[in-house]
Every structure is written in structure tokens, then in C-alpha cells.
């Protein structure tokens, strides 16, 4: 039976719908909630030889026979078991379902057991006898076309002949009755030239040099000149990191800071400015760990994080789904990032509207389950690291690893060899303290630690604690406190042992009355934090007074996990304690047993673990210390650690994936499916033979690059397009598929594709075709025949006019200051590797004050800066493009509160002070701002508005017109006129002219 034809019997969706509606939102949910776990494809023997995953299944039954009876849920041995009538057949042995639940599955098996897709009077149809394959109806969808071979169109327009690309934009042109723009001028030209390709804007000397070029070759020597600027793959890195959902943080349930991210965006800057062939800007990110590099060429195993950066939820307990959406968040991102085609939707059924079956879905799944992601899956998991380092240089460190651990794992069989001695052996011995502990019990006190008077610390019987031993531990971070009331009826002395566990050293001052008594109490570490860790410690005498005492223990940070307090009168003890029963902690831990109840003769011997050596053999504790010493050793002799990038590496072993009914690992159906890429292309693109133990992806990779795919070469160029215009050709640039825009000009994408592929997949050469392209240099106003024709550009009669996203308008209020700093690479992650982030953006270690580049700035999930997630930069845990361009009032908001455009608006005005006569002020503060000189109708205007403000900082009852945060005037102009000068410079930062490009 084909995985393919399983697939559509269990999920296919048949003509009737309430009752598909019921069993899919009623039957099947309960099914996989309470039965899937011991009776589905999810385990390799199901119990009893049943699967209840499949109609068919339910029929075949199991080794008691068929589970159900359609129409007849009495005579269902599905039912039978789960009203526990046999006490030989209960199901679920862990208990009863509810009977509203058992009732609900009976009254389904009553009205005929309908499952969507089966039929309930037979097991199953035949099943086809060939394998899935598109239509020919499917494959006529344009982008799963071949690529064409097309000449540019003849025009009948001179200055349109001269490029190729021209061509094909005038023909439409002409064919919808549209008229093209005129050029733009020189200077709106360059600058949009230099935020497309840099994300800056220039510098004003650099701008008026272009403009004054009379020079033939001036665009073209301009152009290259901004394809050579190291600041190029600056720009390029953003756009690319939209697609890749870059991130600082993992997000989600543990927003852990991955603090080694940035290699992998500095990678991408690197690789932009090398221009990097496409080919291989594809190949590293899927697969650079296999690829044949130089030993300390690390770029393309730093490249392979494009696949591990997405958000996960490390702290799900079902550790097989976490793989699973792992994999699915792997593969809708490669997907949508190289292919256009959106294959996450076919993880629960087929694709509802492209030719994708959920068998292809799986056959790609299988090769990122064959792709270690994921480090570890322990409670809270961690993604995958690996270090940059040669072969000789692991392997050192590696070796130094084993022997440090050889050495410590032989000072823990020392500690073992050593635990019989903290341990009253003989029958006699314990007896001893048994005796100690019944004498001392009726005058001791026992206070349980979670039955406190006062404090912040939570109860746990569950989590760390258990019904026997219930703790006391910390809730929230913070400063932590509990306290005791200790009534005593006359004052005395009297001796503490509190019982509590703690992996990591904890310790807390101890009070009493208010008054702190010892420091560094309780930390000593007993081994857990788990009951099977508590250690009785000896806290030593406190003088007690008679009636009310407050007993307090406080830190600030995470507690020990504490049990109880035992109080025993000092006198007392010391006479309890003869001959070899000489260990208090014992003596205490027979008086909490009896105080509890139990046997007095039975107690827990533990002592935390410095307490414990002290009464080691002396020749034992000679042989630890000296062991101690070697371990100190080559802690101190370790190498510098190597530096790590977050990258993937082949699985263990190889996975093929099998069908995930409803997307569930629960619920799993048919046979594995062999890895491999979509059937879809089967016809144009022969498919690769994956390597025995490969993962497959670097076969993967080599199939998108095959010169016959109709995708990659198109979606390249479409994204290309796009970062040059603001919109691509066709629209949609991550979905190809039939709910995808359709390009405009298919021939021309067709042609861009091809020219890209035949130029080595060089970008910057595409980019450079395009730039010289007379399409690229119209004007931003459409020419009249034109303007309601195509208001939005989208036939390419004129350009369209953007308003600049996020980053470029930060860094342009920076430049216009004069403060940006344009240092290439780094971080400004201030949070260590692994540590959490904060969902509180204030509170977050992340400098987003540094004047450098938005690049480098921070990329918090959950917490975004201020400023990109008020204009557009929205969520990081999933593809973005193309970013919406939103005009809402917390954007004008932004300029008139946020203290990063007062800072730069203060900056220009007090540079503007810095010239003489107000003419020159107004025009200093122009030309940094808009790169310009002011009209003579801009500077009267510019005066008069300075003047006005001046005005009003003079009158008395009057506040300050220019908002934001004030400061004292640091120079030789008062307040009063540099406040005047700010508000015209806060009026230029916020000007349209600033803000878009034409």
C-alpha cells in the first residue's frame, strides 16, 4: 500500500461535512489524547496488537480480535474495555475514562463509527497501483513551467532599445496604453541608488560630485562605486535576514539569548560584499557543513545556522513533537526561502491548493530529522553549536575534556568509597542514635520549612518536593525571605539543624530578631534538589529568649530547597550524644522522625557533602585532596575555549519519515518514506540518490541548483527585483504556488532568471544589469497618461515612491547627527550565551543606545526595540516579506517623544549655532538633514519658523514648543535658542522628504 493512497484514507475530506466536522474536532482528538500513545503508528509494538489510528485498523482489531462493530458499540470490545466491564480487559490500565468521554465514543460506534475518508463496511478499497503525480492541469501553473528562453521584444522607441531589460517593459507598456516617467534627476537618482544598495544615505561632498559628472560613463562608474563599498553587504544582510527569521533569542516558551547568532549575519555581510555566487549562498545554508572547504575557512558551517535559528519550544516535555515542529519550522522556512512554495501547509494533509502531497512533505521531513538541530533534549533543550576550530584543535580540547573528566569522575569514587563512613554501619550505632533521638524528641521542636510564618518562598509537593518530603523553594527571582515564629516558654539555648538540598551552592544569612547572625549558612551543596538530596546541617547554638522569636533566612537570588528545622536544647544534646554516636545531624534526624511520627528507629543518615569528608579515613581524605589537585590542575592548564557558531551536522543515524496523520508524531501511518525532494519536478529535474548514512541535504541543495528547476533560479531573481523596486515582479516573492501573485512580466522574470544563472549566479552583476536599466532611473511621478492607469507602479510606468524601513531611518537620523558609528561586525548582545532575555525591553541587557548600525542591533523575540516594532519590523520568529509600510499615529508619536530623535535634532542644532548669521544656520541644517540647500522660499520660511519658536520659548507661561527630554545648554547659546534652532531641526528629521525615497 502506497504511503501516498494511506495518507488520503485516513485524512481525505469526504462530501459529508457535519459528520466529518464531529469526528475530527470530537472522535479523533480523544482517540490520539487517551489511546494513541500505546495503540498507534507513534510506537514500533502497539499493545495488544491494536491500533486505533485507522478505520481499517479498528476493524482488523488486535489479538482479542476486531475493536469495533459498526452500529453496534455493545458488542465493540472497544467499548467493553473502556466501561471496565471484564476486570481481565480495562483500558486505559492507568484508570477509567470519564464516562461522558466512553459515552461519546459508544454513540459514534452507534452511528455507524463514520471516519472521514473510510468506509465502516469493508477494511479498504484497493489501493492504486501507481505512485502520486501531479496533473497536467498542475503543471501548467507558470512557476512549475520550464524556463523560457526569451529574446527582448522589439520597440519602437530608441532610448527604450538600448537594454534589454527596457524592452521588455516598454512592450507592456505600450500594450496597456501607458506611458512611461521621465528620468529622475541626478540627485533623487544617487540617493535612492545608495539606500537600495548600501542602506545609507551619502555623503553630501559625494552627492554633488555625481551630480556635477557630466561624464558618459558617470551612472555606471557611480553604480560600481556603490557595489564596492563594504557597506553594501550591510544592506543586503537585512533583507536576507527578514527571510531567515533572524534572531538574537530563541522567543517562545524559553527565551534564551543565542549569543553566537551574529556569526551567522555577519557571515551573511561578508558573503554579500565577496558576492558570493547564489549557487553557493544556497548550498552553505542547507548543507556547508558537507561541503568540501578549506580547514579554516569556517563560513560555511557558520552558514548552516539558517536552519537552526528559527524559535523552539525547548521546554516541551514531548520531545519527539519538538523535533517534529523543529523540523517543520526547517522546512517551511527553506521552502518558502529558495523554492516560493509554502510546504508547511501540507505537514496535516495534502496542500489544499498546490500539487504537494503530505508523502512529499514527509519524504523532505525525513532529511531534516536526519540533521542534528538540537544539542540536547534534556528538560529545557538547547540548540545546536558547534566550535571553529581545525582537526588538531577539537581534538586537543577534546582530549583535554576526557582527561578533565577522567579526573573528576575519579574523585566522585573517592566520595563513593568515602559515603560508608558519613553512615552509622553497625546495628549497635544506629540503635545509639535512635536512642539520642527518642530522648531528645519531647522536649525538641520541629518546624516544617513550608508551614513558614512569613516569606515569599512556594510550597512544592510535585515539581522538585513529593507528598512525603513537601519543600520550600523559590517562586520568583528576586530577593527571597521566609520566617519562623518560635514561642519558648523560658529563654535558653538551643541548637539548629535545618534539613534541605541544593546542586549548587545557595548559602543565606540567618537572623534572628532582626538581627543577622551568621552569613553563608546552608551552602554547602548535598548532591540535588530533589528529596533524594536532603542533607541534615548543624546550624550551631542560638541563644532563644523566653516567649516570641523570629527566625529569618534571606538571599538575594535562588534558595536551597529546605525541609525542615529542628531545634533540640543545647544541654540536652550534648548529653545525648556519648561514645561513638557523636554526629549531631544523626541525632536531629531521629528526633524529626519521631516528631513526624514515624519509626524512631528509622531516619535518613545524609550530611551535606563538605560536612561528610570530615569524617572520612585520613588516608582517604589525602587521596581526595590529592585528586582534587589534579582536577584543579588542568582546569588551570585548559586552552582558551574555542570560538562556536550555531550550526547543524548529520544526524546519528538517518530518518525516513512516515505520514503524521493530522500532523500528529502520534498518530503515524503507512510505510517510511524514502528522502527525497518533491515529486512535482519529477519530469524536468532528475531526482538525486541520497548517500547511504546521508542526511540528504546536500543532495537536496544540488536539486534546486539543477539548471532545469523552474523555481530557484526564479525566486532568486524575483527577490533580487524586489530589494530594488520594493516590490517583485510577482508580488508574493516566498509563495510561487497558485495562491501566489502572478508576475506582471513573466517573460522579463523568465529572462532576469536566466541571466542570472548564465553570470554565475553573481548578484551584484544582476543587480548592476538592472540599475543601469532606464526602468530603474525613471522619475517617482508617473507621467499624466499614466498616473490613474497605474498609481501603485505595478506595470513599471514610473517608480514607486518608499518610505524607508526601519533600520535606514535610524541610521539616517544618525548620519544627519554626524554620530553614526560604521563599524563592520560584533555584537551588542550583552545577555551570555544560553542566559535568559528579558520579555522587558527596558530591562534587557541589549545596548540598542550604541550608534552603530541597525544591523547590529539586537533582535529580541517577544521584546523588539521600540523603534522596530513601531515602523513595520514585526515579528522575528517567522519569514518576513515583504514588510508592510503602516502610517499610524505611534509613528509620528515616535518623533516627537523618542529621546533618539531629540538626540539628533540637538545635535544639528548645535552645529547649526556653530555658523554665524541664521542664513548659514538654516543651511547647515538642511544640508545635513535633506543633503540640500534650501530653496529661497524654504530659508524665509525656515527663519520665520525659527523666530516664531524663540518667541515662544521667551513668553513666560509658555512651555517649551520643541517636546522631548530637556537638557542644559552645554555651549555658549542659552537654552532658549538652541531650543528654537532643535525645532526646526526635529521638523526637517521629520520631514516626508527625509523619511521616503523618490
Known amino acids: 500500500m502506497s504511503a501516498a493512497w494511506m495518507f488520503t484514507l485516513a485524512l481525505a475530506v469526504a462530501s459529508d461535512g457535519p459528520r466529518d466536522e464531529h469526528f475530527e474536532q470530537r472522535i479523533r482528538p480523544l482517540l490520539a489524547e487517551r489511546c494513541y500513545e500505546c495503540h498507534s503508528g507513534a510506537t514500533k509494538r502497539p499493545k495488544g496488537a491494536l491500533r486505533v489510528d485507522s478505520l481499517e485498523a479498528l476493524l482488523r482489531g488486535g489479538s482479542g480480535g476486531a475493536a469495533l462493530v459498526p452500529g453496534k458499540p455493545d458488542e465493540s470490545l472497544l467499548v467493553h474495555a473502556l466501561r471496565y466491564a471484564d476486570a481481565e480487559l480495562q483500558m486505559p490500565p492507568t484508570g477509567k475514562l470519564p464516562d461522558a468521554e466512553i459515552e461519546l465514543l459508544a454513540q459514534w460506534i452507534a452511528d455507524g463509527a463514520h471516519w472521514p475518508g473510510g468506509d465502516a463496511s469493508a477494511t479498504a478499497p484497493a489501493a492504486p497501483s501507481e505512485p502520486w503525480a501531479p496533473t497536467d492541469a498542475q503543471r501548467a501553473h507558470w512557476a512549475f513551467q520550464p524556463l523560457r528562453a526569451v529574446e527582448p521584444p522589439r520597440v519602437d522607441d530608441a532610448e527604450w532599445s538600448r537594454h534589454p531589460l527596457d524592452r521588455f517593459v516598454k512592450a507592456e507598456l505600450d500594450a496597456r496604453g501607458l506611458a512611461p516617467a521621465p528620468r529622475a534627476d541626478r540627485r533623487e537618482l544617487y540617493l535612492r541608488a545608495s539606500f537600495d544598495l548600501l542602506g545609507l544615505p551619502p555623503e553630501r561632498a559625494e552627492l554633488d560630485a555625481f551630480v556635477a559628472d557630466a561624464a558618459p560613463d558617470a551612472w555606471e562608474r557611480a553604480v560600481d562605486r556603490l557595489l564596492a563599498s563594504p557597506h553594501y553587504g550591510e544592506r543586503q544582510a537585512r533583507r536576507w535576514l527578514d527571510v531567515a527569521r533572524y534572531a538574537d533569542s530563541n522567543g517562545v516558551d524559553e527565551n534564551l539569548a543565542m549569543s553566537e547568532a551574529w556569526r551567522y549575519r555577519d557571515w551573511l555581510v561578508r558573503a554579500y560584499n565577496a558576492d558570493l555566487p547564489y549557487d553557493r549562498f544556497l548550498t552553505w545554508q542547507l548543507a556547508g557543513d558537507l561541503v568540501e572547504r578549506d580547514e579554516l575557512d569556517f563560513d560555511p558551517l557558520i552558514a548552516t545556522a539558517f536552519l537552526a535559528l528559527g524559535p523552539k519550544m525547548l521546554a516541551e516535555q514531548d520531545k519527539p513533537k519538538l523535533q517534529a515542529d523543529v523540523v517543520d519550522e526547517q522546512l517551511d522556512v527553506a521552502s518558502r526561502a ?83 563512613s558519613t553512615t552509622p554501619e553497625s546495628q549497635e550505632l544506629r540503635a545509639a542514635y535512635a536512642r539520642a533521638g527518642a530522648a531528645l524528641a519531647p522536649r525538641a521542636l520541629l518546624l516544617e520549612a513550608e508551614d513558614a510564618s512569613r516569606g515569599n518562598l512556594i510550597r512544592d509537593d510535585d515539581t522538585y518536593g513529593s507528598r512525603d518530603d513537601v519543600l520550600a523553594r523559590t517562586g520568583k527571582m528576586g530577593l527571597q525571605h521566609v520566617e519562623w515564629d518560635v514561642a519558648l516558654p523560658a529563654a535558653a539555648r538551643w541548637r539548629l539543624f535545618v534539613r534541605y538540598a541544593a546542586e549548587e551552592s545557595r548559602p543565606v544569612v540567618l537572623a534572628l530578631g532582626g538581627a543577622a547572625r551568621a552569613n553563608g549558612v546552608l551552602g554547602a551543596v548535598t548532591g540535588g534538589w530533589k528529596p533524594d538530596a536532603l542533607a541534615w546541617a548543624d546550624l550551631g547554638a542560638l541563644e532563644l529568649a523566653a516567649g516570641r522569636n523570629v527566625l529569618r533566612f534571606e538571599r538575594d537570588g535562588a534558595f536551597p530547597h529546605l525541609d525542615a528545622l529542628v531545634f533540640v536544647p543545647e544541654a540536652e544534646l550534648c548529653e545525648a550524644l556519648i561514645g561513638a554516636a557523636s554526629v549531631p545531624e544523626f541525632a536531629a534526624a531521629h528526633v524529626a522522625t519521631a516528631k513526624r511520627g514515624g519509626d524512631v528507629e528509622a531516619a535518613p543518615y545524609r550530611l551535606p557533602q563538605s560536612r561528610r569528608e570530615a569524617h572520612f579515613p585520613a588516608a582517604l581524605r589525602t587521596e581526595l585532596a590529592a585528586a582534587r589537585a589534579r582536577v584543579a590542575e588542568l582546569e588551570q592548564g585548559r586552552a582558551p575555549a ?23 508524531h502520534l498518530a503515524q501511518a503507512g510505510e517510511p518514506i524514502a528522502r527525497g525532494p518533491l515529486h512535482l519536478f519529477d519530469a524536468l529535474v532528475a531526482r538525486p540518490a541520497i548517500a547511504e548514512g546521508a542526511s540528504g541535504r546536500l543532495e537536496l541543495a544540488r536539486w534546486m541548483l539543477d539548471p532545469a528547476h523552474p523555481l530557484t533560479s526564479r525566486v532568486a531573481a524575483n527577490r533580487i527585483w524586489a530589494g530594488l523596486f520594493g516590490r517583485g515582479i510577482a508580488a508574493s516573492p516566498s509563495n510561487f504556488g497558485l495562491r501566489g501573485d502572478a508576475p506582471t512580466h ?28 532606464r526602468t530603474w532611473q525613471m522619475a517617482s511621478a508617473p507621467a499624466p497618461a499614466s498616473r490613474d492607469a497605474d498609481p501603485d507602479a505595478r506595470w513599471l510606468s514610473h517608480f514607486a515612491r518608499r518610505r524607508l524601513d526601519a533600520e535606514s531611518l535610524r541610521d539616517r537620523l544618525l548620519c544627519a547627527a554626524g554620530t553614526l558609528d560604521r563599524t563592520l561586525g560584533g555584537s551588542l548582545l550583552g545577555t ?165 525615497v523618490d
Request: with cysteine; glycine share 6%.
Open 746 to 773: 513573466p517573460a522579463l522574470l523568465d529572462w532576469l532568471a536566466r541571466e542570472l544563472v548564465a553570470n554565475g549566479w553573481s548578484q551584484k552583476r544582476l543587480q548592476r544589469l538592472i540599475l543601469t536599466s
Open 642 to 664: 574555542l570560538p562556536a557558531a550555531i550550526a547543524v551536522a548529520e544526524a546519528a543515524a538517518p530518518i525516513d519519515a512516515r505520514v503524521h496523520v493530522r500532523g500528529s
Open 832 to 996: 551570555p550565551n544560553g542566559d535568559y532575555v528579558t520579555n522587558d525591553q527596558s530591562g534587557n541587557a541589549a545596548r540598542y543606545e550604541e550608534p552603530r548600525r541597525s544591523l547590529y542591533l539586537p533582535i529580541v523575540r517577544n521584546a523588539m526595540y521600540e523603534l522596530f516594532s513601531n515602523f513595520d519590523y514585526a515579528d522575528p520568529s517567522v519569514p518576513l516579506e515583504p514588510r508592510p509600510t503602516t502610517n499610524v499615529p505611534s509613528q509620528a508619536l515616535f518623533f516627537l517623544n523618542s529621546p533618539l530623535v531629540e538626540g539628533c535634532a540637538r545635535k544639528l542644532a548645535e552645529r547649526a549655532l556653530a555658523r554665524g548669521e541664521p542664513a548659514a544656520r538654516v543651511r547647515e541644517l538642511w544640508s545635513a538633514a535633506l543633503l540640500r540647500d534650501p530653496t529661497a522660499d524654504e530659508l524665509a520660511r525656515s527663519l520665520a519658523l525659527v523666530e516664531r519658536l524663540h518667541e515662544l520659548q521667551a513668553a513666560p507661561a509658555a512651555e517649551p514648543v520643541a517636546q522631548g527630554q530637556r537638557h542644559e545648554m552645554p555651549g555658549a547659546h542659552d537654552e532658549r535658542e538652541l531650543r528654537a534652532w532643535l525645532g526646526l531641526a526635529r521638523a526637517l528629521l521629520s520631514s516626508n522628504e527625509f523619511l521616503y
Open 338 to 420: 529558495f523554492l516560493g512554495l509554502t510546504m508547511g501547509c501540507a505537514r496535516c494533509h495534502d496542500h489544499k491548493f498546490d500539487p504537494l502531497p503530505a508523502t512529499d512533505y514527509y519524504a523532505l521531513a525525513g532529511v531534516f530529522h536526519s540533521t542534528a538541530t538540537l544539542a540536547n533534549t534534556n528538560f529545557v533543550s538547547r540548540w545546536n553549536e558547534r566550535p571553529l576550530g581545525t582537526r588538531a584543535e577539537i581534538a586537543r580540547r577534546d582530549e583535554h575534556a576526557a582527561a578533565e573528566a577522567a579526573a573528576k569522575k575519579a574523585v566522585d569514587a573517592l566520595l563513593e568509597r568515602g559515603a560508608g
